[in-house]
């Protein structure tokens, strides 16, 4: 029964912490499946995240924070779309900008704002986006096994969170069962040719990276407003990037992002929980090395050694119409 | 196909652009000072004058930009064979272990100038193996090397707590650190250059690296323009499709430019961890590998570029430190922000007023451009 126990445990604090990065991958998934290349994952999550902390800590009110999140990462996400779209610049470059952009700002200006070191004021009650409970939880709690999963589990998350899941089939039905979504995936393979068929390749790109803009803004959001209190400098530490390793695990689709999500969730969760203490079979495994996982598995997959991860065709590459 | 955007003469093309891209970016980090209710010229004359104003803070200058002309030189080599290497930290990381290495064997029997040249073939080494694995995969398994060199400085970053943690850190102490050097390990400082120029110097980091960063960027100029490597990293760079038509061998190429590169990067840890803390400490590259991007925009990947562009990101380090002692609601990190509007205009949004400047150009003495452009079509 212990065991048992820990393991909900375990698997309560991996839903957790993948929620950002299933948001993240997500957005990750739009811009690069019509072409744009997002290492800016980090920083326009960042940016929410201080955008969310500062407005709901002003307001009281933590849809005030998600505005505000989701309003600044768009417009970080513009800034990209403006420099890589219609300037034609290097995608990897403009998305290193805005890292540093936002990692910068957020300190200096929750410094001049809050003079609390870099942090936002403690948030609490409405500020936040609290947990949820289902409904029938509370009733079902007693009951052995599916109360644990169903109470303890599946219940008791914050809303952003249950949202985060629901957008994993909601992204597919809109990329592989939707006229916008399949000129996006064509757009990232062949911008050409949808040219050709009369459709503004850079219209639609645009409209792609404001889909990211929303979702990192939402990633922002719950990491203040739901698994913080307030924003925290630099508070993504690199959650940006292991969203965009889960995106290329997954080979830029859905619903293999969001495993890829809660495998660099579990490994999250399972690095905390056997910190210092032995594993069986194994022993001591350093938590450095579980740290590191994520980012190796990635290698790895890039290498090609457990399957081939293939990008959109036309990533990387600004669109220059035939003249 | 004709390439996007027609030519400028040389000296608004490497002049007026850059110049005008860094003036908007300084303009926009004026608008965040201004944002915190401080006013922006006034915290460029005290930012200029804590880094120029003394030769103290010259010489603090000057050790940062010991470190951003190696960062700044790792990335244009990439650049020039169209290859972005964004792991310069991880390498500089991993180089230092290379030069703690180095130092921790040979100080107590070696004088310093012979630990040196041991210790720049580490740093070079170790930096280098560790661009080696990202070069291998993106010249062989077409892994995309940007991607791979991000996880690599994270995977550096844990591989270097570990060791510092659990291997270097000498017993009995609590910080992850090595023990610091002998004399044998330790570079001299170069404060006597700056007083023979008639400037006092009192005590400060500016070491015997800075040299070598000057003789690695006149090496890479040579290397890049005056050999027949250079010329095929360039072919390369320019054209991947051409270089292969040539009989460049792809992986060859891929693999010998991330080595420079990355043993470049790592060369950087010479001058932290030899030059000044004179041990080897958790972070101590905190972000240098990552300005190397914005210099070598800049400075448009030309030692003759970068070197100045990393003096001015050095002026950056060492006058925010000093803004921030006058200004408490700036601290170092408006740095941070300065790097990534530079990064953004100097790099992204590169052709952003190219237009505009053309059609300047074109309506001041229109034969001029229209000659360019015939040339343009004939190619």
Not at chain 1, 24 to 31: M, R, V
Not at chain 2, 28 to 42: D, F, K, S, W
Not at chain 2, 224 to 245: D, M, N, P, V
Not at chain 2, 269 to 296: C, H, W, Y
Request: glycine fraction near 12%.
């Amino acid at each position: 029964m212990e065991f048992f126990n820990t393991l909900i445990f375990l698997l309560d604090s991996t839903i957790r912490l993948s929620v950002p990065l299933l948001l993240a991958a997500l957005a990750g998934l739009y811009a690069e499946r019509s072409g744009v290349f997002d290492i800016g994952l980090e920083g326009k999550m960042l940016a929410g995240a201080f955008a969310a902390g500062a407005a709901a800590a002003i307001s009281g009110s933590a849809w005030a924070g998600l505005l505000a999140a989701v309003g600044i990462a768009v417009f970080l996400s513009l800034v990209h779309g403006f420099a890589s779209i219609t300037h034609r610049g290097n995608q990897i470059v403009s998305g290193v900008a805005i890292n540093f952009i936002a990692a910068g700002s957020t300190i200096i200006l929750g410094q001049a704002w809050f003079a609390q070191g870099g942090r936002t004021p403690s948030l609490g009650g409405d500020a936040r986006f609290g947990s949820i409970q289902l409904p029938f939880a509370e009733a079902l709690s007693g009951v052995p096994l599916v109360g644990d999963l169903y109470s303890d589990l599946l219940s008791g998350h914050s809303l952003i969170a249950y949202i985060a899941f629901l957008l994993v089939p909601f992204t597919w039905w809109v990329l592989f069962r939707t006229r916008f979504g399949l000129r996006l995936r064509a757009v990232g393979e062949n911008p050409a040719a949808v040219d050709t068929a009369g459709i503004s390749v850079a219209w639609l790109r645009y409209r792609a990276v404001i889909c990211t803009g929303v979702l990192t803004g939402l990633a922002g959001t719950y990491l203040a407003l739901s698994q913080n209190a307030g924003f925290v400098k630099d508070m993504t530490a690199g959650r940006g990037f292991i969203a965009l390793a889960a995106l290329i695990f997954a080979k830029w689709r859905p619903v293999p992002v969001m495993f890829a999500c809660l495998l660099f969730g579990f490994l999250d969760a399972f690095s905390i929980r056997v910190q210092g203490t032995g594993l069986p079979l194994i022993g001591h495994v350093p938590v450095q090395f579980m740290q590191a996982l994520p980012y190796i598995l990635t290698v790895v997959l890039l290498a090609g050694f457990i399957g081939r991860a293939e990008p959109p065709r036309a990533g990387g590459i600004p669109y220059v119409k035939e003249r | 196909m004709s390439a996007p955007y027609a030519k400028l003469p040389a000296w608004a093309d490497y002049g007026l652009i850059p110049l005008i891209n860094l003036t908007v970016a300084f303009i926009v980090a004026g608008l965040v000072v201004l944002l915190i209710g401080e006013n922006p010229l006034r915290a460029a004359v005290i930012l200029i004058d804590g880094a120029v104003g003394r030769g103290q803070s010259i010489a603090y200058t000057l050790y940062y930009a010991t470190s951003f002309i190696f960062t700044g030189l790792a990335v244009a080599v990439a650049f020039h064979c169209g290859l972005f290497n964004i792991g310069g930290e991880g390498q500089a990381y991993i180089g230092g272990l290379g030069v703690a290495l180095v130092c921790l064997t040979f100080d107590s029997i070696l004088p310093w100038w012979l630990t040196f040249p041991i210790a720049i073939a580490g740093a070079a080494l170790f930096g280098a193996a560790w661009a080696f694995i990202p070069a291998y995969l993106q010249a062989r398994r077409g892994s995309h090397i940007v991607i791979t060199t991000i996880m690599f400085n994270f995977i550096a970053a844990s591989l270097m707590v570990y060791l510092l943690v659990n291997v270097l850190k000498p017993a009995g102490s609590q910080a992850p650190q090595t023990r610091t050097f002998l004399e044998g390990g330790q570079l001299p400082k170069l404060n006597w250059l700056l007083e023979a120029l008639g400037l006092s110097v009192r005590s400060s980091p500016f070491n015997l690296s800075f040299l070598l960063a000057l003789l690695a960027a006149f090496l890479v100029w040579l290397l890049i323009w005056r050999t027949r490597l250079g010329y095929e990293i360039r072919t390369r760079g320019h054209s991947a499709k051409a270089a292969r038509y040539a009989g460049v061998s792809e992986t060859r190429i891929i693999v010998i430019t991330m080595l420079v590169s990355g043993a470049l990067a790592g060369m950087m840890a010479l001058n932290p961890v030899m030059g000044d803390q004179n041990r080897l400490a958790i972070d101590f590259v905190s972000g240098a590998g990552f300005v190397g991007i914005a210099v070598a925009l800049m400075g448009r990947s030309h030692p003759a570029g970068i070197v100045p562009a990393a003096i001015l990101f050095g002026i950056l380090y060492q006058g925010g430190a000093e803004l921030a002692f006058e200004m408490p609601g700036i601290s170092r990190d408006m740095i941070v922000i300065i790097q990534g509007l530079v990064i953004l205009f100097a790099g992204a949004l590169e052709h952003m007023f190219r237009p505009g400047i053309q059609g300047l150009f074109a309506s001041l003495s229109p034969r001029s451009i229209a000659v360019e452009a015939k040339q343009g079509e004939r190619a």
